[in-house]
């Protein structure tokens, strides 16, 4: 069973940090915008320093760079300490949900040891009560990656496209240990193996309710129809493609 996001037309990137985005989901972001070039993509980074901000900015439009239309909302709530400026946050999700209204959100995970990225994610849930919402992954120190129940397999010139877009994007990040092409690299290779996608490649989300086979109404409905085709066993688990 192959799962198609057939009218996915406004997507809501959600990242706590300049390169969130771009290190849990660019490849879903760019395989998205490769599908349909109506997009219109909003892409929100909540803290960053002006360097960061600035970072965050021209790498947002090195992604975006096929949208059809594009709004990038820099924020500058303070870096590690998101749960105690819970309160400006969320007045800034609110401000948002009356902004927008996507077709599919991307967040931060549930599960994720970062405490900003944690708010992000409750936050999501919290605002946008019937939209799909998927959750991305990002490696850490902490060690807390999980099992994603979502995969979208990425070609071998789309994820090197991303890893080229994150390294050269984000000079301040240079110093730190973690931040080389083969951290990216390495995720996505092991999603490719899950997914068992044919070009090795796959970011893994997760996917914690969706409504199908809907009639226009219910708890998760999305403007977007999710529709299945039972033509396709390409992979065993959904993939957005
Ligand atoms: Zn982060």
């Given at each position: 069973m192959n799962v198609q996001f057939?009218?996915?037309n406004t997507v809501l990137c959600l990242g706590s940090h300049a390169d969130d985005i771009e290190i849990g989901c660019g490849g879903t972001i760019l395989r998205l915008l490769e599908l349909n070039p109506q997009l219109t993509v909003y892409w929100v980074v909540l803290s960053g320093s002006d360097v960061r901000a600035g970072e965050a900015r021209r790498s947002a439009e090195r992604f975006l760079e096929e949208a059809a239309e594009s709004r990038i909302i820099t924020k500058s709530f303070r870096d590690s300490f998101f749960p105690y400026c819970g309160e400006e946050i969320k007045e800034f999700f609110f401000e948002l949900q009356s902004q927008v209204s996507p077709d599919l959100i991307l967040t931060h995970r549930r599960?994720?040891?970062h405490q900003d990225h944690r708010v992000v994610s409750e936050l999501t849930w919290n605002t946008f009560r019937r939209h799909q919402i998927l959750e991305y992954e990002i490696p850490k120190y902490e060690g807390d990656l999980g099992t994603p129940n979502v995969f979208v397999p990425l070609s071998q010139a789309t994820a090197q496209e991303k890893v080229d877009a994150i390294v050269e994007s984000f000079p301040s990040q240079a110093d730190k240990p973690w931040f080389t092409a083969d951290t990216f690299w390495s995720l996505m290779r092991i999603r490719g193996i899950e997914a068992n996608a044919d070009s090795q490649f796959a970011e893994g989300l997760y996917c914690r309710k969706m409504s199908i086979l809907?009639?226009?109404?219910?708890?998760?409905?999305?403007?977007?129809a999710t529709s299945f085709s039972a033509?396709?066993?390409?992979?065993?688990a959904g993939s957005v493609s």
């Amino acid at each position: 069973m192959n799962v198609q996001f057939d009218n996915v037309n406004t997507v809501l990137c959600l990242g706590s940090h300049a390169d969130d985005i771009e290190i849990g989901c660019g490849g879903t972001i760019l395989r998205l915008l490769e599908l349909n070039p109506q997009l219109t993509v909003y892409w929100v980074v909540l803290s960053g320093s002006d360097v960061r901000a600035g970072e965050a900015r021209r790498s947002a439009e090195r992604f975006l760079e096929e949208a059809a239309e594009s709004r990038i909302i820099t924020k500058s709530f303070r870096d590690s300490f998101f749960p105690y400026c819970g309160e400006e946050i969320k007045e800034f999700f609110f401000e948002l949900q009356s902004q927008v209204s996507p077709d599919l959100i991307l967040t931060h995970r549930r599960e994720d040891m970062h405490q900003d990225h944690r708010v992000v994610s409750e936050l999501t849930w919290n605002t946008f009560r019937r939209h799909q919402i998927l959750e991305y992954e990002i490696p850490k120190y902490e060690g807390d990656l999980g099992t994603p129940n979502v995969f979208v397999p990425l070609s071998q010139a789309t994820a090197q496209e991303k890893v080229d877009a994150i390294v050269e994007s984000f000079p301040s990040q240079a110093d730190k240990p973690w931040f080389t092409a083969d951290t990216f690299w390495s995720l996505m290779r092991i999603r490719g193996i899950e997914a068992n996608a044919d070009s090795q490649f796959a970011e893994g989300l997760y996917c914690r309710k969706m409504s199908i086979l809907t009639t226009g109404s219910g708890p998760a409905q999305t403007a977007a129809a999710t529709s299945f085709s039972a033509d396709s066993l390409a992979n065993a688990a959904g993939s957005v493609s």
